[in-house]
């Protein structure tokens, strides 16, 4: 792929992101496009990501590739990471930004939905970190991993119980790889947002309302405070006041205390409708 341009003095980052064809994922391809990185744009939903490709280019930005990707597929870590080698050569910035759930309780969750909460938040960011992370230290160029977590990692979220679990893993999974590449050219973030105008709320089954939806952030306000944090290699990004508000509740209230708060803030902000996920 041709060269794109430095901006700001930063040398063009050859950078795959995961979840691109909406919301944050999405967001995150047109800042990284926009300030001049070629990207290597995934998800399932071809004609999004194309769409996307179309965008970019109008404005001037020829470097956005989409690969369209089931990554819950067996084997769908590795052909990204083929792809990228292929279309790039080197990837400097891996942003793991694909992520689902239903808003239900244990006991509503399909076996299927169990099954793909796990598979595409847990496993899938696992495995692009085990193949990204050894391509970047073989080249030795500066790289950067970006795991998209969530408050939930910190707040617990009543309804959203094994999605919870996963922004967990998430975190301390991302904290861990974090120190342990403390002595390499590779800097680790999570960045962990919270409510989001995306395509996520629909999808889970959470009908915000028109109140709630106005302390929301939008996911271009998400991608414009991220992207200079992942650049200093900020080891934790929470985009927001009302979301680094709900970290600190989080961290200092007692569980029982944390989750009745977060119910109530729920019952308050949204009433819960069937999700559109297969079940
Ligand atoms: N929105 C919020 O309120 C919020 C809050 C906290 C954390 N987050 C986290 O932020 C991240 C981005 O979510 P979002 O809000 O931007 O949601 P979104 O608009 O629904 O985007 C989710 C992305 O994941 C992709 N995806 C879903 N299943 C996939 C699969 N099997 N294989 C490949 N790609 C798949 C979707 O693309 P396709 O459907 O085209 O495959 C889409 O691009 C997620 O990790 C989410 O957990 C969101």
């Keep these: 792929m041709a060269q794109n341009r430095a901006i700001n003095g930063i040398s063009p980052l050859n950078t795959v992101i995961t979840g691109a064809s909406s919301g944050i994922g999405r967001a995150l391809a047109v800042e990284f496009a926009r ?19 179309e965008q970019m280019a109008q404005e001037g930005n020829p470097c956005v590739r989409c690969f369209p990707l089931d990554l819950t ?26 992520g689902m759930s239903p808003y239900q309780e244990f006991s509503e969750l399909s076996c299927a939905n169990v099954r793909r909460i796990i598979e595409l938040n847990v496993l899938a960011l696992t495995e692009l970190c085990h193949l990204y992370l050894p391509h970047m230290q073989a080249h030795g160029e500066p790289g950067h991993i970006v795991n998209v977590g969530s408050v939930g990692a910190y707040a617990p979220l009543p309804r959203f119980s094994v999605y919870t679990g996963s922004k967990n893993y998430v975190r301390a999974f991302t904290d861990i790889l974090a120190y342990e590449c403390r002595g390499a050219n590779i800097r680790v973030s999570a960045l962990h947002p919270g409510g989001t105008l995306t395509e996520f709320p629909r999808l889970a089954g959470q009908q915000i309302k028109p109140f709630a939806r106005k302390t929301m952030l939008t996911p271009e306000r998400v991608a414009e405070i991220a992207y200079p944090a992942i650049l200093k290699g900020q080891r934790v990004i929470v985009p927001g006041f009302a979301n680094q508000l709900a970290v600190l509740l989080g961290k200092l209230l007692p569980f029982p205390w944390a989750i009745r708060l977060t119910d109530f803030v729920y019952r308050q902000s949204m009433d819960q409708v069937p999700p559109e996920y297969p079940s």
């Design 35 to 53: 300030h001049g990185h070629p990207v290597l744009a995934t998800a399932r939903r071809e004609e999004c990501i194309e769409e996307l490709c």
């Design 73 to 98: 597929a067996p084997g769908a870590a590795k052909a990204l990471l083929d792809e990228a080698v292929r279309v790039f050569g080197k990837v400097h910035v891996l942003i793991n930004a694909a």
